[in-house]
Each structure stands twice: as structure tokens, then as C-alpha cells.
């Protein structure tokens, strides 16, 4: 199993970008999906996730109102929408996925939950 996160970049303060995470390898939907995020000398943190078969999502407070996480059934495909950008939004953004459902029991926004993750893509804001 693979994942493939794109669309980061660099933007300004304000501005908006759209992260993907294709995933390959699995022919079976995941139970979670998910964004993590990662700064610079700080610890990975939640950004949002998505219950793939009932569409549930889950933000952290930080990026509520700005961010949208969706999914593509077809394609297996999570998107994640950054809108209204801040300089302390700066960050590596990691997708993950879950694929025995261990966001039941430890909760989609702890990142044990996930089995697998994708290699990264840097998302800067300028002020």
C-alpha cells in the first residue's frame, strides 16, 4: 500500500491551496483517512480526517471554517482543501489511512490509528 500526497507549495498569507493523497496497493476502501501536519521543531499534529464509508469528518480546532477534507470514492483519492492561509499553518502535511478501523477504538484524530502514511508535501505561508 501507497500514498501520494501533492499540492503543496508556497502562498501567501490569505491565499488557498489543495492537498491530494492518492492512494495504490489496496483494492478495499479504509476506514479513516486522514491529515496530519508537522512544523518545524514542533510535533506531528491532527489537522482533519474522514470516516470513508460514512463521509463523518473531523477537524482540529485550529483549522475549522478554513479546511475541508473530502474523499473520492472512485479514485481513492482524499483531498484536503487550506483555505484562508496563515503563516502558522507552515508545515509538512502527511496523509494517513486506517485500514483495521483502529480509529473506532483509539479515535481518528490519534495518529496510532493510522497503518499507513504518505511521504510529505510542504505547504509554506507567507506573512
Known amino acids: 500500500v501507497q500514498l501520494q500526497a501533492s499540492g503543496g507549495g508556497l502562498v501567501q498569507a490569505g491565499g488557498s491551496l489543495r492537498l491530494s493523497c492518492a492512494t495504490s496497493g489496496r483494492t478495499a476502501s479504509f476506514y479513516y483517512m486522514a491529515w496530519f501536519r508537522q512544523a518545524l521543531g514542533k510535533e506531528r499534529e491532527f489537522v482533519a480526517a474522514?470516516?470513508?464509508?460514512?463521509?463523518?469528518?473531523y477537524y482540529a480546532d485550529s483549522v475549522k471554517g478554513r479546511f475541508t477534507i473530502s474523499r473520492d470514492n472512485a479514485k481513492n483519492t482524499v483531498f484536503l482543501q487550506l483555505n484562508s492561509l496563515k503563516p502558522e499553518d507552515t508545515a509538512v502535511y502527511y496523509c494517513?489511512?486506517?485500514?483495521?478501523?483502529?480509529?473506532?477504538?483509539?479515535?481518528?484524530?490519534?495518529?496510532?490509528?493510522?497503518?499507513?502514511w504518505g511521504q510529505g508535501t510542504q505547504v509554506t505561508v507567507s506573512s
Open positions: 474522514i470516516r470513508w464509508y460514512t463521509g463523518t469528518t
Open positions: 494517513a489511512a486506517d485500514e483495521n478501523d483502529y480509529g473506532m477504538g483509539y479515535g481518528p484524530l490519534s495518529h496510532v490509528s493510522y497503518d499507513y
